[in-house]
């Protein structure tokens, strides 16, 4: 990844358990897609933790430009050679919220490439 990982919390402490999950994630994520431009990842617990809220992640990738179609996830991108994949998820526990978003992102990268690759045939 070319710009360093970027972690916010918001309505919880920073916690080492998180933030290594956080980079375990991402080390998954960039054996099956190394060329990462950028990588932020916003956790956010409930504000009322005893009415049953859910913790909420959003990760914002940014993706090499010739990789992927500039239009192909729906959000304009600010930089011509990048382009934007935000990712969300919400579960009760935060660290299951981040392994969700990780998921969904791979997932959803896999099916532009694949596309990409037959579409190409």
């Known amino acids: 990844m070319i ?3 970027e ?3 918001h309505n919880i402490q920073p916690t080492d358990l998180l933030e290594s999950r956080v980079r ?3 080390a998954e994520f960039e054996k099956y897609y190394d060329r990462l431009l950028s990588c932020r990842v916003d956790i ?3 504000e009322h933790e005893r009415r049953g809220g859910l913790s909420k992640v ?3 990738f940014g993706l090499p430009a010739g990789d992927i179609d500039q239009n192909e996830f729906g959000k304009l991108a ?3 050679e ?3 994949m935000e990712v969300k998820a919400e579960h009760k526990d935060p660290a299951m919220a981040v392994h969700a978003a990780f998921n969904d992102a791979r997932r959803r990268l896999k099916d532009v490439l ?4 037959t579409e190409a045939r």
């Open 58 to 60: 959003q990760i914002d």
């Open 82 to 84: 990048s382009v934007p």
């Open 24 to 26: 375990q994630e991402l």
């Open 3 to 5: 710009s360093p990982l």
């Open 78 to 80: 600010e930089k011509p």
């Open 44 to 46: 956010e617990a409930p």
């Open 114 to 117: 694949i596309a990409r690759f």
């Open 7 to 9: 972690i916010e919390f």
